[in-house]
């Protein structure tokens, strides 16, 4: 007779226990493994962006060739459209409004101030939509976001570089000769393209985070465009003779779209003499470059995590 035996009783075993968090964090950081999108140190955040200098160069200049690739005159509008907006405010404001009277050379001046401001709005334009218009690019590469609004940028300065060559020949065409003067619209533009980056990574984030601003952004550009004497001379508009209260004068040339126009026209017209200038102007320059590059740059990075999520 078989004996039948009970099998055993089950055993049961304890779940293991999970590794506590900072076990966990110090595995990971003795294998060299870090938080997916962690925000790195501003010294590291420099070098990575650095290190794609390459490409940020590559991609404004793609950018700026595909531009006008549908249309037929191809990058002949690079300089048309400068020259073009030249030409209506040159009827507008010269003709109709007179805002030309006791401006000599005006329109190298009109042209000049034109073309540098085209230069400051095209770069906060682009800087606003570098995040919101690129999402597709910032989720599914990995890299530092500040590369898009420097390489915006960069592609407006190039832009710039297109109307220059437009602008030395207007220049020439109206008897304005060249001269030694014309050197310090390198540190000028230099100025300008920190100042103008550094505004763009202020409004890159914002426009990040309220998609929204990109259309609100053209009504405060024209805005900030009629106060900057795009168009006219603050030096004449805001004289003894105005009627207007003294202090409107210095306040509207401490405006950093008036301190980069007023130090090139300063560098290419002879008639523009250095009374018109501002008090100090190129330590307003300096300043509002360092004010609007390095503070633009570190409230950038500051929301690095954020850019493509949500």
């Known amino acids: 007779m078989s004996q039948v035996l009970d099998p055993p009783p089950p055993t049961t ?10 076990d966990l964090a110090a595995l990971a950081a003795r294998h060299g493994l870090s938080v997916s999108g962690a925000r790195p140190s501003l010294p590291e955040y420099v070098r990575q962006l650095w290190a794609r200098r390459h490409f940020i160069g590559a991609f404004s200049t793609a950018k700026l060739t595909a531009q006008y690739s549908q249309a037929k005159l191809g990058q002949v509008w690079q300089v048309m459209t400068p020259l073009l907006n030249a030409a209506v405010y040159y009827f507008i404001f010269g003709m109709l409004m007179n805002t030309s009277r006791g401006v000599e050379d005006f329109v190298p001046f009109l042209v000049t101030g034109v073309f540098v401001w085209t230069f400051t709005q095209s770069s906060i334009m682009a800087g606003t939509r570098a995040i919101s218009g690129n999402l597709g690019l910032v989720r599914a590469l990995h890299f530092p976001r500040a590369a898009l609004p420097v390489s915006f940028c960069l592609q407006q300065l190039q832009q710039l570089m297109f109307s220059m060559g437009a602008l030395v020949v207007i220049l020439l065409a109206f008897g304005v000769p060249p001269g030694p003067s014309w ?26 985070k309220i998609p929204d601003m990109a259309q609100l952004m053209p009504f405060l550009l024209r805005t900030w465009m009629y106060a900057s004497g795009v168009m006219f001379s603050i030096h004449h ?74």
């Open 183 to 208: 050197v310090l619209a390198i540190p000028a533009l230099v100025l300008q393209f920190v100042f103008n980056t550094g505004v763009a990574m202020v409004m890159a984030r914002v426009g990040a």
């Open 237 to 310: 508009m805001t004289g003894p003779d105005s009627g207007l209260p003294s202090w409107i004068g210095p306040l509207l040339q401490v405006n950093p779209a008036v301190v980069y126009i007023d130090l090139m026209r300063f560098a290419l017209i002879d008639s523009f003499g250095g009374g018109m200038l501002p008090d100090h102007v190129w330590a307003l320059a300096l300043g509002w470059a360092l004010v609007a590059g390095i503070g633009g740059f570190i409230y950038f990075w500051k929301a690095e995590e954020t850019y493509g999520r949500g």
């Open 13 to 22: 075993e304890a779940a293991p226990t999970p590794a506590p968090d900072h």
